[in-house]
């Protein structure tokens, strides 16, 4: 039975750190591409100096912090549960999720800190001191495209990490049908993104 100080607790406090740090992290993922992507359409070049290094600085600093640890978190809940004493690396269906789930979070979390991070410091530094990166432009444009995957990735990976505990079928159909639907829904929602009003009318 499951009491209050018990294994079964503790794996169920860092199976919510994780699902919490996720939502951090996909939560400021979704405002970079829903909300800061047409905003910054409509933003004039004295707007932008004064408004995205205190904007965006804080902003990543919870989306790429919250992306480790998520990871560390999930690495954690994968090594508990899938390598340990449960060894669910012996149920197909589950192991054959969570590691389609991994690998989309992996690369993930390697463009936010590999990818983005670097040229979004060098681009708000930039900003920040006064004397705006000469490359910033291309900078931006690497930076966006690594986003804009982790936001279609985003889709099949939590199919994936649902999927796992809570639907263990799995074969190439269902593969391909989550990653259809989960990329398909970001792309309805981002061309969706440019058509908000900023109205009240
Ligand atoms: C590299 C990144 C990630 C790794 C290594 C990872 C790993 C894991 C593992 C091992 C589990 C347990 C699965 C099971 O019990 O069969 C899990 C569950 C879960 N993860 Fe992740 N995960 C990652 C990213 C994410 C992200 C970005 C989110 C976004 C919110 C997320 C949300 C969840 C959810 C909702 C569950 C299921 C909780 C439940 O219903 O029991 N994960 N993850």
């Known amino acids: 039975m499951d009491t209050l100080f018990s294994v079964a607790t503790a794996a169920l406090v860092v199976r919510w750190a994780h699902v919490i740090f996720g939502v951090l992290w996909l939560g400021h ?12 359409g409509d933003l004039d070049k004295d707007l932008k100096l004064q408004v995205n290094p205190k904007l965006l600085l804080r902003a990543f600093y919870w989306f790429r912090w919250s992306a480790m640890y998520t990871v560390i978190l999930g690495l954690v809940l994968f090594g508990w549960h899938y390598m340990g004493p449960e060894h669910l690396m012996r149920s197909p ?3 054959m999720w969570i590691q389609y789930g991994m690998l989309l979070g992996l690369i993930m979390w390697f463009n936010v800190w590999f990818v ?6 060098k681009i708000l530094g930039g900003l920040a001191s006064g004397t705006p990166h000469p490359d910033a432009a291309r900078l931006a444009a690497t930076s966006g495209k690594a ?12 199919f994936a990490m649902l999927g796992a505990p809570h639907f263990s079928a799995m074969s190439a159909p269902v593969l391909i049908a989550v990653t259809v639907i989960g990329v398909g829904f970001w792309f309805g929602m981002i061309k969706r993104s440019f058509k908000i009003r900023t109205d009240v009318a």
Do not use: H
């Not at 970079?32 to 047409?38: H, K, Q």
């Not at 983005?116 to 410091?121: C, E, F, L, S, V």
């Not at 990735?153 to 939590?158: D, M, Q, V, Y």
């Open 29 to 40: 993922l979704y405002f970079f591409n829903l909300v800061n992507v047409p905003f910054q």
């Open 93 to 95: 269906g589950r192991a």
């Open 116 to 121: 983005i991070w670097p040229r979004q410091k």
């Open 147 to 158: 986003s804009r995957f982790n936001t279609f990735a985003s889709g099949p990976l939590l």
